[in-house]
């Protein structure tokens, strides 16, 4: 069965080697897997949550579009689109809000972690961003989505407003989603902290290596990133309670192909003074054409702006919605409705 395949990322900061291993590396694998219909957009409707600068957003998305094609992502064979240019994302948006539930979005771990403290203070389209996520997936009939633990929870919500809707206007229109949990690699930790998440917006540049950085760059994280005085591991039961480690040699696994036990018998009991520079080599090698492919990019933002101005017109003349007038009339207002 032919698998229509939606993602995206925020332009919000640079994209970091997290987004890469986690996300972009998987989304080039599946575009490149059988007949998949992959969909994959700049979402910057989601970044306008929080405060933010027109001009700084504008660059951002293309920094972002840049991001997708130099990993991989293939213009010809997949759809690429800034989320703003198809007004039927926030238009589905408002339908599946009248049928959102205030206790399951009060319940989203994300918005909590978000919001902190200052829940109160936190703006509509915070607590309601779950709801876009779910008319961004279900606007396109997507059938699988690539998706961390960090958002099987949203996923979960978008499946069910697909039935509620389909329920409410006794109509068989929306699927229900199937998450898409790649392998390992999706879970990149800092490099100054193990045991939480690389980061695009955390405060330190330390913390991650971004898909900007130069060979220098990434040599220097790689050299100053975290680890402990023990020696690289040699087994699966050496990572306990060393998640720096773990996170270095899953890191070097991810991006040179190697399976763990590889590392192991090359690497097992050796100094991390030893191990940073293989690892530096490894990244270095894995991501400059990336970068160079991405300053090349950068320099014909006009051409960036075509590609994204072409796939919104293939999404907004190709969509799988419910927003046509003759659908929307019928379904949602009735027969008796005009406008």
Known sequence: ????????????NQLQLGNYLGALKNWVSLQNEGDNECIFCVVDLHAITKTYDKEGLTQATREVAAAYIAAGIDTDKSTLFAQSSVP????????????????????????KDKAGKNTEKAGLGLYSYPVLMAADILLYNATHVPVGEDQ?????????????????????????????????????????????KMSKSAESDMTRINLTDDADTIAKKIKKAKTDAEPVPSSEGDFENRPEAKNLMTIYSALSGEDMNALFSQFGGKTFGEFKPALADVAVSHL????????????????????????????????????????????????????
């Open 88 to 111: 039927g994302h926030s238009q589905l948006m408002w339908l599946l809000a009248t049928m959102a539930q205030m206790g399951k979005l009060s319940r989203m771990t994300q918005f």
């Open 152 to 196: 099987k929870q949203h996923l979960e919500l978008a499946r069910d407003l697909a039935a509620t809707f389909n329920t409410r206007y006794d109509i068989e229109h929306f699927i229900q989603p199937e998450p898409y949990i790649m392998g390992a690699g999706t879970r990149v930790m800092s490099l100054r902290d193990g045991t939480q």
């Open 1 to 12: 069965m032919t698998k229509r395949i939606f993602s995206g990322m925020q332009p919000t």
């Open 288 to 339: 400059e054409p990336i970068t160079t492919r991405m300053n090349q990019l950068m320099e014909d933002p006009q051409e960036i702006d075509k590609i994204l101005i072409k796939g919104g017109e293939k999404c907004n003349a190709t969509r799988t919605t419910i927003l046509t007038k003759k659908q929307w009339i019928l379904w949602v207002f009735g027969k008796g409705k005009t406008c």
